[in-house]
């Protein structure tokens, strides 16, 4: 992929060959900067920080009738004209990720979420709004009040020793991002293939769509690039996706509204691509609903 080798980046591409790369104790996350994120480190610190993590997962799984009833009425919400990003997988991914944070977010708030991903691609350290938005968010996380959620339950682990300072600082924002990002990207994808192909399960859906093309680690010989897209959509190894779960049963009830929505027909009218070189997702697509006969 040319835009990897102009940084001298490998790829490393096939599904044997990725999940091999994946399991690899010669392949670390971490780019050595020292950084508290969950992402970017390995061994003990990553096994304890991604442990807090998962138990505030679990607390999703199943997903919680409250959140089950807002993804549904995003979709009734929906009149005969939406954008798949705006309109349906925006508040469906933001509502869920408030679920997992435990916090209600506004628009800003997404819109700055949205921003930290140019900080968190293979090229990190170059996109100083990206980074400025990642900041904001943690600084504003760390003066919310919350409530029963995956806020507190950070805050908890940290006053219980199990969380340090920065890694209490960090972690809420790189945990908003994952549930946020990848949801966002895949529900819009999967929404356009409903509307152009009609149904297909979700499990395929997201196993075609591959909203995170590329993860990064780092070897002996310098960074390498491993593909996602040969059947692999949540990873694999020590940090395979601990939210895939939640992520299929959102698409699921959302997915599923939306089809039902579309079962009479419908018109896609311009759809943008974003072209982020990790991140695959849709900028906008216009959705126009069939009237239905009789
Ligand atoms: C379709 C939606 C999703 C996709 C495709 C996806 C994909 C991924 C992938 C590929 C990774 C591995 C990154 C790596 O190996 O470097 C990952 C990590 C992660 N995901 Fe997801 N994800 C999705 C949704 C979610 C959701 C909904 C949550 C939370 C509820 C979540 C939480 C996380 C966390 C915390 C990590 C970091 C794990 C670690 O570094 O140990 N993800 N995700």
């Not at 040319?2 to 999940?19: P, Q, T, Y």
């Not at 293939?193 to 591959?210: I, K, Q």
Request: aromatic share 4%; hydrophobic share 45%.
């Amino acid at each position: 992929m040319d835009e990897f080798e102009r940084h001298g980046i490998g790829v490393v591409s096939g599904r044997d060959a990725c999940a091999h790369a994946l399991r690899s104790p010669d392949l670390t996350s971490d780019p050595g900067a020292g950084s508290p994120s969950v992402l970017l480190r390995d061994g003990d610190g990553h096994a304890r920080v991604r442990g807090v993590l998962r138990e505030i997962i679990a607390g999703l799984d199943p997903l919680p009738d409250a959140v089950i009833t807002s993804i549904e009425a995003v979709v009734a919400g929906l009149g005969a004209s939406f954008d798949l990003v705006r309109d349906f997988a925006r508040p469906v991914a933001g509502a869920v990720t408030s679920a997992v944070l435990g916090v209600p977010l506004d628009d800003v708030f997404l819109d700055h979420l949205e921003k930290t991903t140019a900080n968190l691609d293979v090229f990190a350290g170059s996109d100083r709004a990206g980074q400025a938005s990642a900041f904001r968010l943690a600084v504003q996380l760390s003066r919310t009040s919350a409530g029963p959620g995956g806020l507190t339950a950070l805050r908890e682990a940290h006053a219980a020793g199990r969380l340090d300072e920065d890694e209490l600082m960090l972690n809420p924002v790189v945990l908003a991002h994952a549930a946020y990002e990848n949801s966002l990207n895949f529900l819009a994808c999967a929404g356009l293939e409903l509307a152009t192909s009609g149904p297909r399960s979700v499990r395929d859906l997201v196993t075609s769509v591959c909203p995170a093309r590329y993860v990064l680690r780092f070897g002996p010989d310098g960074p390498v690039a491993v593909s996602l897209t040969d059947g692999l959509p949540f990873g694999l190894g020590r940090h395979a996706c601990p939210g895939s779960g939640v992520a299929l049963a959102e698409g699921e009830i959302a997915l599923t509204a939306l089809a039902k929505l579309l079962d009479g027909g419908c018109e896609v009218g311009e759809v943008v691509w974003k072209t982020h070189s990790v991140f695959h997702g849709l900028a906008s697509a216009q959705v126009v609903v069939s009237e239905k006969q009789g």
